[in-house]
Every structure is written in structure tokens, then in C-alpha cells.
């Protein structure tokens, strides 16, 4: 059974940091792409950081070199270090995962960013 649950998330002030965890099962995260995005009522989802089975990443424009995805294999667990937050990164944040012909996705985890 193919499960993602992601944990982490919380109220920061802006210019705050805050480290999102998305622990899966039923799968290795080391083979196969994880993917980070948000989701804001009102706006699209964004996509917002991605890592490949060989370890590059890439990152929506709005949160390059403040955002970064890693992943510890030996715990399947994928991560996604928020720093330099700003009010426009509040939103619920969900990890996904394409396995075969189906998308996975958690159950999300809220961030707000506020002073």
C-alpha cells in the first residue's frame, strides 16, 4: 500500500525557516521522483521542488535558493527545508509521487507564514 504522510508543517514569521518531512511506504523513495507542491485557495497548484531517482533537483523560481529537496533513503523519508519564508509561501504543501500509471499524494500539511 502506497502511502505518503507529510509532517512539519506550522506558523512561522516571515523570514523564518521551517523543515517539511514526507515519510512514504509501500515504496523506496530511491526509485522513483518525489515531488513537493503547494496548494492556496483561490490560486493553482504550484508545483514547487522536484528530486530525481539520481539526486538532481529543480525548483519552481518563486522559492529557488531559498527552498531545498533531500531525501534519507534509509529512512523513505523525503524533505523539504523551507528558509527565508515569506507570506506568499503560506499554503497546504503535499508531496507526490508518479508509481506506473498512478499519482500518489499525502495528505498535505499546512504552512503559514504571518507576522
Known amino acids: 500500500q502506497v502511502q505518503l504522510v507529510e509532517s512539519g508543517g506550522g506558523l512561522v514569521q516571515p523570514g523564518g525557516s521551517l523543515r517539511l518531512s514526507c515519510a512514504a511506504s509501500?515504496?523506496?523513495?530511491?526509485?522513483?521522483?518525489l515531488r513537493w507542491y503547494r496548494q492556496t485557495p483561490g490560486k493553482e497548484r504550484e508545483l514547487v521542488a522536484v528530486?530525481?531517482?539520481?539526486?538532481?533537483?529543480n525548483y519552481a523560481d518563486s522559492v529557488q535558493g531559498r527552498f531545498t529537496i533531500s531525501r534519507n533513503n534509509a529512512k523513505n523519508t523525503v524533505y523539504l527545508q523551507m528558509n527565508s519564508l515569506k507570506p506568499e509561501d503560506t499554503a497546504v504543501y503535499l508531496c507526490?509521487?508518479?508509481?506506473?500509471?498512478?499519482?500518489?499524494w499525502g495528505q498535505g500539511t499546512q504552512v503559514t507564514v504571518s507576522s
Open positions: 509501500g515504496f523506496a523513495v530511491s526509485s522513483y521522483g
Open positions: 528530486i530525481s531517482t539520481g539526486g538532481s533537483t
Open positions: 507526490n509521487v508518479w508509481i506506473r500509471e498512478f499519482n500518489y
